[in-house]
């Protein structure tokens, strides 16, 4: 158990909280979880002086962690003339994505004059929370150079100085998901026609038109020529999809509005057999297993089907998008 005990001897360290947010105090116990001995200071502050010492890996809490130390200051914040110091969470990449770690950790300095430690916290948060954005909590101005060099303080002698720290996982939890709906400003409307030829040839097995765009992403028309599910043999089935490559981001779904059509080649009309709007994702289909009845298809003086080709026209809107949070 951590003590606490006089601060007098070391009163012109300023151990109040001060505008680094640092809050320093005196403890008689070492750090529970890891330390770090370093022998050769000055070697150090020549290697390490831009990116700062990572440790070794340690274990608290069940998560692994490591402490990075910036002995001239952390360069990247522009930290000049202190000692910059900080817990780092290890392995994040494995972790998932989704997950917080609300952690309690204090840092420390050994006074080797007086067989103590110097003992850094947060003055503003007890907890900090770890997450993929934020995988680094600690202290920029842990304390000046000038203070840390002085032997009297005894936390640098013979070139030699001792940090540590103990980390204690408060709670875990998974981040809310959540979901946004976005309605496109201006509804895009693609009209893409497809001329089928070489009806008579194309068999029991489904074709695919050329891919078209409509709001931002990539679609394409599916043909069942002789049907499927409940159209088999009876109708021709048409439905709407997806095209490679995905531009749907993972999770994510589009609101859309489509219409089928076939053109009547004789008169130039439209028979609109299908029609809806649905929330599409990738990996669905929207249409219908029933678009037209093969005998109304193949009767001549309906003109769908004229010279074995025939003309199918898919109208796609776009209007939303729901995004995963």
């Not at 947010?21 to 070697?43: A, C, K, M």
Request: net charge negative; hydrophobic share 35%; charged share 25%.
């Amino acid at each position: 158990m951590q003590s606490i005990v006089s601060l007098d001897p070391m009163a012109d360290l300023n151990l109040e909280k001060d505008v680094s947010g640092v809050l320093r105090s005196f403890s008689d116990s070492p750090p529970t979880h890891y330390t770090v001995e370093i022998q050769f200071f000055p070697l150090l502050t020549e290697k390490y002086s831009e990116n700062g010492y990572e440790s070794k890996e340690f274990e608290a809490g069940g998560y692994k962690w490591k402490l990075v130390f910036h002995p001239n200051g952390n360069k990247k914040k522009n930290v000049k003339d202190h000692i910059s110091l900080y817990l780092v969470i290890a392995g994040a990449d494995s972790l998932d994505s989704s997950w917080e770690v609300y952690a309690d950790f204090r840092l420390f300095l050994l006074d080797q004059n007086e067989g103590n430690y110097l003992v850094f916290e947060d003055a503003l948060t007890k907890k900090k929370c770890f997450h993929g954005a934020m995988r680094s909590a600690g202290f920029d101005k842990l304390i000046p150079l000038e203070d840390f060099t002085d032997v009297s303080n005894g936390f640098l002698v013979d070139d030699t100085c001792v940090f540590g720290a103990e980390v204690f996982v408060c709670k875990e939890r998974r981040r809310r998901k959540g979901e946004c709906l976005a309605r496109m400003k201006i509804a895009s409307v693609c009209i893409h026609v497809w001329k089928v030829e070489k009806f008579s040839s194309l068999g029991a097995k489904f074709c695919y038109s050329e891919p078209f765009t409509a709001g931002d992403h990539n679609w394409k028309i599916k043909l069942y020529p002789d049907g499927c599910g409940e159209g088999k043999g009876s109708h021709l089935s048409l439905f709407l999809e997806l095209a490679s490559p995905i531009t749907l981001p993972p999770g994510s779904e589009l609101f859309v509005e489509y219409r089928f059509r076939i053109l009547d080649q004789i008169r130039h009309q439209h028979h609109e057999p299908s029609s809806g709007k649905a929330w599409f994702r990738d990996g669905t289909s929207l249409g219908s297993r029933r678009f037209i009845g093969q005998e109304s298809f193949r009767l001549v003086e309906n003109g769908f089907l004229k010279n074995d080709a025939c003309m199918v026209e898919a109208e796609v809107t776009v209007h939303g998008i729901s995004k995963v949070l």
